[in-house]
């Protein structure tokens, strides 16, 4: 089954850390590249991050930039991102989806991080 | 960046009728390959969102032919031909031409 599942929500303070994952299955992960996508609640989406196929690239969004790194292990079909110094405005849902063509074919169905003291 | 403006931001329609969604950037999203990198989403209430049209007017896999994509250089639209009951939510344009990839505000589509 084509999916993808992401984990590592959670309640954190602000100024803490916290890592969240992407499992992937069905398709061969390795050829495509992956994205994160936010939404804080009530809002419009954000996209985040992208890494390449290979992890040899990455780019970020302004509210990702310097705080947030995005990487992947393709022996374990699984994205990460890893967030540090969290704000309260960090509070969303994040989703990974999928790049390639056409960019963003599938989705999680996300994983809520909230930020708050 | 690259701003990503729709219009309207709510829309009422009745089931049946035609409904439209415009989307303006505030830069040509031609990439250099000569490609436009412009996609539209649906999300309905507590669901992830998912791919209607990609590249201005691909209708995505699976996607009925009610949905059509238009436009070129900055300004893009998306029509619903007869709208139906499932096809409530929220309407995003999305650009990945250029870093950072951005979204519209999203077009909240409801039935009058």
């Known amino acids: 089954q084509v999916q993808l599942v992401e984990s590592g929500g959670g309640v954190v303070q602000p100024g803490r850390s916290l890592r969240l994952s992407c499992a992937a299955s069905?398709?061969?992960?390795?050829?495509?590249?992956m994205h994160w996508v936010r939404q804080a609640p009530g809002k419009g989406l954000e996209w985040v991050a992208v890494i390449s196929n290979d992890g040899s690239q990455e780019y970020y969004g302004d509210s990702a930039k310097g705080r947030f790194t995005v990487s992947r292990d393709n022996s374990k079909n699984t994205m990460y991102l890893q967030m540090n110094s969290l704000r309260t405005e960090d509070t969303a849902v994040y989703y990974c989806?999928?790049?390639?063509?056409?960019?963003?074919?599938?989705w999680g169905r996300g994983t809520l991080v909230t930020v708050s003291s | 960046d690259i701003v990503m403006t729709q219009t309207p931001l709510s829309s009422p329609v009745t089931l049946g009728q035609p409904a439209s969604i415009s989307c303006r950037s505030s830069q040509s999203l031609v990439h250099s390959n000569g490609n436009t990198y412009l996609s539209w989403l649906h999300q309905r209430p507590g669901q992830p969102p998912r791919l209607l049209i990609y590249?201005?007017?691909n209708r995505f896999s699976g996607v009925p032919d009610r949905f059509s994509g238009s436009g070129a250089g900055t300004d893009f639209t998306l029509r619903i031909s007869r709208v139906e009951a499932e096809d409530v939510g929220v309407y995003y344009c999305?650009?990945?031409?250029?870093?950072?990839?951005?979204f519209g505000q999203g077009t909240r589509v409801e039935i009058k």
């Open positions: 989806t999928r790049g390639g063509v056409p960019y963003f074919d599938l």
């Open positions: 069905g398709f061969t992960f390795n050829t495509y590249g």
């Open positions: 999305v650009q990945a031409t250029h870093f950072p990839w951005t």
């Open positions: 590249r201005i007017s």
